[in-house]
């Protein structure tokens, strides 16, 4: 149980997303970019399709980011970070907006298991806009939103959050040096931003004060999956 807390402090910022159902491709994905990338991020769509088999299959001893974003009362979210146990993980992500107190429990729950996971909240969905924050009755815009849960998260015990790019910068300078921000949305000079709005290069991530990369099919769709996240590596 050595895996997570070791390779945290890793010097390999890059999480490889795998976002697929199928298993097999999953394996082979990550068996080809193992050595070159700190993580592995597996979300609800192979969690959903594979459980916890499935994950304990792919992601065998390599770091592993179980991002499922939980969300509900304090108690089951804290029961379902303490059954992680099974397939031992470096971070987790719960739902900011789930309040204080759920916040407190999931940090509890993550101290007590052996692999001693970081947990991260997402704050605003980056598929959500002020417009849609209104309709679902939040006061605030986006950018409050997210300042707002960020100040959340830090005085409850989470680790850090999910952000985009262009939150970095202002979350480094108002949450301090130690807190964790693993951003998505990276695409390296050159490559197609496929849906993503608002990318920016891995190498402007890290300097603005990311943490951690999440890069999926830059390096998922490459010809050399190896190669493409040795090629980051290297560009930072
Ligand atoms: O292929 P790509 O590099 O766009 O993959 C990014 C990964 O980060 C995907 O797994 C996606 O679901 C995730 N993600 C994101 N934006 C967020 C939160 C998570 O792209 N705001």
Request: glycine content about 8%.
């Amino acid at each position: 149980m050595t895996k997570s807390t070791g390779n945290l402090s890793s010097n390999n910022p890059i999480i490889c997303a795998i976002d697929t159902t199928d298993i097999a491709k999953a394996k082979k994905l990550v068996q080809s970019v193992r050595d070159s990338v700190g993580m592995i991020k597996l979300g609800l769509e192979f969690f959903t399709a594979n459980g916890v088999a499935g994950v304990r299959e792919v992601a065998g001893d390599i770091p592993l980011f179980l991002d499922l974003k939980f969300h509900d009362i304090p108690n089951t979210v804290a029961g379902a970070i303490r059954a992680t146990a099974a397939i031992n993980t470096s971070i987790i992500t719960i739902h900011a907006s789930g309040g204080k107190a759920m916040m407190q429990a999931a940090a509890k729950a993550a101290k007590s298991l052996p692999s001693s996971p970081i947990i991260v909240g997402v704050t605003a969905l980056t598929s959500l806009d002020d417009d849609d924050l209104k309709a679902i009755g939040f006061a605030n815009n986006i950018q409050n939103q997210v300042s707002k849960l960020a100040d959340l998260v830090l005085e409850n015990g989470l680790d850090g959050v999910v952000c985009s790019p262009h939150e970095i910068e202002i979350l480094r300078k108002q949450c301090g040096k130690d807190f964790k921000l693993v951003v998505p949305g990276i695409r390296p000079a050159g490559s197609a931003s496929g849906d993503q709005k608002r990318v920016m290069t891995p190498k402007e991530a890290i300097n603005l004060g990311a943490s951690y990369l999440v890069i999926g099919r830059p390096i998922t769709e490459a010809e050399n999956p190896a190669q493409a996240a040795k090629d980051i590596l290297a560009s930072l």
